[in-house]
């Protein structure tokens, strides 16, 4: 099994940064795609970055492009998002997942994303 743990997330005012964390234990962590997802209350779970298993391939959702950088080290098994001129749109709970690589749904879709860590709370105040 796979284990993934993120850390990181806090209190933050508008236009401050974080870097969140996502420890991976469990399985050889750098063969796979690794991805990161928010939720605010009373919305659904949306993609907001992912990495390819050599990071050198990224993507991201519109609204973080220039904002936020996936990134990961895979000799430590671990993936970060840094986040820089955060909004109070950006606050939610934030998850990394893992995609094991089984065909069908793209890599935007939390469907495709096989294990979840228990997720870390960014609160971003205006």
């Known amino acids: 099994q796979v284990q993934l743990v993120e850390s990181g997330g806090g209190l933050v005012q508008a236009g401050g940064s974080l870097r969140l964390s996502c420890a991976a234990s469990?399985?050889?962590?750098?063969?796979?795609?690794m991805g990161w997802f928010r939720q605010a209350p009373g919305k659904e779970r949306e993609f907001v970055a992912a990495?390819?298993?050599?990071?050198?391939?990224?993507y991201y959702i519109d609204s973080v492009k220039g904002r936020f950088t996936i990134s990961r080290d895979n000799a430590k098994n671990t993936v970060y998002l840094q986040m820089n001129s955060l909004k109070p749109e950006d606050t939610a709970v934030y998850y990394c997942?893992?995609?094991?690589?089984?065909?069908?749904?793209?890599?935007?879709?939390?469907?495709?994303?096989?294990?979840w860590g228990q997720g870390t709370q960014v609160t971003v105040s205006s």
């Open positions: 469990g399985r050889t962590f750098s063969i796979y795609r």
């Open positions: 990495t390819s298993w050599s990071g050198g391939t990224t």
């Open positions: 997942a893992l995609d094991s690589g089984r065909p069908g749904w793209p890599y935007t879709d939390r469907r495709q994303y096989d294990y």
